[in-house]
């Protein structure tokens, strides 16, 4: 199962898109450094507070970024499918986790080691190319997040959870209706009325708990309607 896992591990890495800049020495050794984490469904993966060994990739399964406020209360603010990396800005700044990384199913992550991360940030442009996009594309997760939670109606949020802006790498998002009320923050029943909605305008199909999209320009346009309501 490791070896199953290890072979899983170097694929990904093969898909990265900095990954064939480098010489055949450093991608050994990326293959054979990264470090494999196995977690199952509501384990908590990574702590908040702990110090930040390295960069992270969802190898498969799917987990949510949480914070837990003073009174207890938690907030998750993202969820990270399989082929998508995380942390970057907490392995960049080199302080705690701010947040703890919670697996939402069985879920398998990388870590790239931070003196590799480091030594690929220094030495290599495709890398740094690519994590300066990443990074982009988190700070507009972040300000779309906080602008939904304050203004945006529950139509919106569900919306803005399923569109591209999160789910870069696949359009059969595969998330069922208590997964998108964990990350979004809203009730199941709440979720489940926006996504009839949805699905009754073609922009979704929802089998067997799961939903796809179907449509989506008309996801971008339900979008645009519902921040200008």
Same mark, same amino acid.
């Given at each position: ?37 196995? !977690? %199952?469904? $509501? ?5 908040? *507070?702990? =110090?930040?060994?390295? #960069?992270?990739?969802?190898? +498969?399964? &799917? ?5 837990? !406020? %003073?009174? $207890? ?5 993202? *969820?990270? =499918?399989?082929?998508? #990396?995380?942390?970057?800005? +907490?392995? &960049? ?6 947040? %703890? ?129």
């Amino acid at each position: 199962m490791l070896g199953d896992t290890r072979l899983l591990a170097r694929n990904f890495l093969a898909t990265q898109p900095w990954y064939a800049a480098l010489d055949g020495t450093l991608q050994s050794q990326l293959a054979e450094q990264v470090e494999l984490l196995d !977690a %199952a469904k $509501g384990d908590t993966v990574l702590g908040a *507070g702990e =110090p930040v060994q390295g #960069w992270y990739a969802v190898l +498969s399964g &799917l987990v949510k970024l949480q914070t837990e !406020a %003073a009174d $207890g209360r938690r907030s998750a603010f993202i *969820g990270v =499918p399989e082929g998508e #990396w995380f942390g970057e800005g +907490s392995v &960049l700044k080199a302080e705690l986790r701010r947040y %703890a990384v919670v697996a939402l199913r069985d879920s398998c992550l990388l870590c790239l080691p931070r003196p590799l991360f480091a030594r690929l940030q220094h030495d290599n442009l495709r890398f740094n190319q690519y994590l300066v996009q990443h990074l982009n594309m988190r700070l507009g997760q972040a300000m779309a997040l906080i602008e939904a939670g304050r203004l945006r109606a529950p139509e919106h949020r569900v919306a803005l959870y399923l569109s591209r802006l999160f789910w870069r790498s696949t359009r059969r998002v595969y998330l069922t209706q208590e997964e998108i009320g964990t990350l979004v923050g809203l009730s199941r029943q709440t979720v489940n009325r926006v996504l009839h909605q949805l699905a009754g305008r073609g922009i979704v199909s929802i089998e067997l708990g799961r939903v796809s999209i179907v449509d989506d320009g008309a996801l971008s346009a339900f979008l645009a309607e519902s921040a200008a309501a």
